[in-house]
């Protein structure tokens, strides 16, 4: 099994009832994404998945020099940011994105799936 | 003798190369081990079949050695690294399916360098140095790259399937005809590069046609029943035989209606029509590959333009490339206003192709619209960088001044 982020992408200045359009399609959407999430689990795939409250409500903090420098907003400029995302189990690639294509049709987002680092990832690098 | 060695060598590469690679894959999970044993095995076949004689199995003597420098390398790193790695790649080791599913291991090749996470570019350089092992310099003069932007390119789409890892397996029942299409469209892709060279001064480049042929009949043998697999292969074909009289000594583009019909490849005609007629007699639904292929073979069937069975063409029916295709057949039958009006149904649909624009002007000229075919023939212009294809719409612009 390998480790993969799904990563949910969204508007960075969020419409009342989020992209959703209106209370009812965004309680549907919610309903649908519990689903999801209960078959992860059922399933044997979940591990993590959560939702982020609006990208304007990010700080970033560069610690590299003397002093940390923190600025107010996300650290890249965009008009959508991450929104929520899940870590999940899979066998390889083509579950995971299988698994995605369920995910994103639950939570009406598209989505990335990137693999996480593995023990040969990193000596690849490494070696490189 | 040495000559003998040299053949045996050139026609092992071809027949085993994507045989070997394959292999050493599965065996081993990690298409870059695979890629340079083999790439050894041939080397050490160069230096040993002109001293020692061709070995009585060559493909045998190949893999063996290309396997035990697969073992030699492995070795060498897990000493390097005090232990052993487990196979790095996803592979399917379970025994070969019953009869009817496919178990050939390039089959998995095509499907793993043909993945749809790849970019397009990737997948097509990856099935070339992969399957038919062209060589990374031969890949990269044929896309007009730098052979160092090529080799990156490789090792970018070699790392992403390692470390995102994508399956080395032929895909589930339900998911492979789809996924089958996509390997066409990668082959139909490399084709197409070749005859069509989207820029440069070659009009075609031979060795991106010859390599999807090999390609296509690589997918015939291993898809034997496939209607799709068999309508590639018929329409490559029916192209490639075209191929002497599509261009005039001066490099320009000469038009299926002026071609020299003498000069078409024949025995490849044959092939072409046969593959036709055996998709037309199954009676299944034809897909895109075979319509094309069926139009094609109504041209090619003809000993001049004029005996072209164009209400045949007509009846085959309609991709936004098929229909304007079959507008053209329509202006044969029924006149250019006609075909105008279909070409401008599909035109929406397919507004960046040079071959809307170029089929427009052609039939803006026939209808006397001298100053709506000039702008067509400047937007087809516009549209295409293949030199004789330029030389041919800028001369057929030119002569709306005359």
């Known amino acids: 099994m390998a480790r993969y982020m799904l990563s949910v992408f969204?508007?960075?200045?969020?419409?009342?009832?989020?992209?959703?359009?209106?209370?009812e399609a965004m309680g549907q959407a919610l309903a649908?994404?519990?689903?999801?999430?209960?078959?992860?689990?059922?399933?044997?795939?979940?591990?993590?998945?959560?939702?982020?409250?609006?990208?304007?409500?990010?700080?970033?903090?560069?610690?590299?020099?003397?002093?940390?420098?923190?600025?107010?907003?996300?650290?890249?400029?965009?008009?959508?940011?991450?929104?929520?995302?899940?870590?999940?189990?899979?066998?390889?690639?083509?579950?995971?994105?299988?698994?995605?294509?369920e995910g994103s049709r639950a939570c009406r987002n598209p989505i990335e799936v990137r693999p996480f680092n593995s023990a040969e990832s990193v000596r690849a690098t490494l070696d490189a | 003798m040495i000559d003998q060695a040299g053949l045996?060598?050139?026609?092992?590469?071809?027949?085993?190369?994507?045989?070997?690679?394959?292999?050493?894959?599965?065996?081993?999970g990690d298409l870059d081990l695979a890629e340079d044993a083999a790439g050894e095995a041939f080397l050490a076949a160069v230096e040993r079949w002109p001293r020692e004689g061709v070995p009585p199995n060559p493909g045998g003597w190949l893999t063996t050695t290309a396997t035990?420098?697969?073992?030699?390398?492995?070795?060498?790193?897990?000493?390097?690294?005090?232990?052993?790695?487990?196979?790095?790649?996803?592979?399917?080791?379970?025994?070969?399916?019953?009869?009817?599913?496919?178990?050939?291991d390039r089959l998995r090749l095509l499907f793993t360098c043909c993945h749809p996470a790849l970019a397009m570019e990737a997948r097509a350089a990856l099935t070339l140095r992969l399957v038919t092992?062209?060589?990374?310099?031969?890949?990269?003069?044929?896309?007009?790259?730098?052979?160092?932007?090529?080799?990156?390119?490789?090792?970018?789409?070699?790392?992403?399937?390692?470390?995102?890892?994508?399956?080395?397996?032929?895909?589930?029942?339900?998911?492979?005809?789809?996924?089958?299409?996509?390997?066409?469209?990668?082959?139909?892709?490399?084709?197409?590069?070749?005859?069509?060279?989207?820029?440069?001064?070659?009009?075609?480049?031979?060795?991106?046609?010859?390599?999807?042929?090999?390609?296509?009949?690589?997918?015939?043998?291993?898809?034997p029943d496939d209607g799709e697999v068999a309508g590639l292969l018929a329409l490559m074909l029916l192209a490639e035989a075209r191929r002497p009289a599509r261009v005039s000594p001066s490099g320009e583009l000469v038009t299926l209606d002026r071609q020299d019909r003498a000069a078409w490849h024949r025995d490849l005609i044959d092939e072409g029509h046969a593959l036709v007629r055996e998709r037309a007699a199954t009676g299944e639904a034809p897909g895109r590959f075979q319509l094309l292929a069926a139009m094609s073979a109504v041209h090619t069937a003809a000993s001049t333009a004029r005996e072209t069975d164009w209400p045949r063409i007509v009846a085959l029916d309609p991709s936004p490339i098929v229909r304007l295709n079959r507008a053209v057949a329509i202006g044969e039958v029924h006149g250019p206003g006609a075909a105008l009006a279909e070409v401008d149904r599909v035109a929406v649909?397919?507004?960046?192709?040079?071959?809307?624009?170029?089929?427009?002007?052609?039939?803006?000229?026939?209808?006397?619209?001298?100053?709506?075919?000039?702008?067509a023939y400047d937007r087809a212009l516009e549209l295409t960088s293949n030199a004789a294809e330029r030389a041919y719409l800028a001369r057929r612009r030119d002569e709306l001044d005359e």
Do not use: C
């Open chain 2, 349 to 375: 649909e397919i507004d960046g192709y040079h071959a809307l624009h170029a089929t427009r002007a052609d039939l803006l000229r026939r209808l006397g619209r001298r100053d709506e075919a000039r702008a």
């Open chain 2, 8 to 28: 045996a060598i050139a026609r092992a590469h071809r027949s085993e190369w994507s045989r070997v690679v394959a292999g050493l894959a599965r065996r081993f």
């Open chain 2, 133 to 223: 092992g062209l060589a990374v310099a031969d890949i990269a003069r044929a896309f007009l790259v730098p052979e160092s932007t090529m080799a990156q390119r490789l090792t970018r789409a070699k790392r992403k399937i390692r470390v995102a890892r994508i399956p080395y397996r032929v895909p589930s029942e339900a998911d492979v005809g789809e996924r089958l299409q996509g390997v066409l469209t990668v082959v139909y892709l490399v084709f197409n590069e070749g005859y069509l060279a989207g820029s440069g001064a070659e009009p075609v480049r031979r060795e991106l046609t010859d390599e999807a042929i090999r390609l296509g009949r690589l997918l015939r043998e291993l898809r």
């Open chain 1, 32 to 101: 649908d994404t519990g689903a999801f999430n209960e078959r992860l689990e059922r399933d044997g795939h979940f591990v993590f998945a959560d939702g982020l409250a609006e990208a304007t409500s990010a700080t970033t903090v560069d610690g590299r020099g003397e002093r940390p420098i923190v600025t107010d907003g996300p650290y890249l400029e965009s008009k959508e940011h991450l929104g929520g995302f899940w870590v999940i189990e899979a066998a390889d690639l083509d579950e995971a994105i299988a698994l995605a294509a």
């Open chain 1, 10 to 23: 969204g508007p960075a200045e969020r419409e009342p009832f989020g992209e959703y359009g209106s209370r």
């Open chain 2, 68 to 104: 035990r420098r697969a073992i030699d390398r492995l070795r060498r790193e897990e000493q390097r690294h005090g232990k052993h790695e487990a196979a790095l790649m996803v592979f399917d080791d379970s025994p070969p399916e019953p009869a009817g599913a496919v178990d050939d």
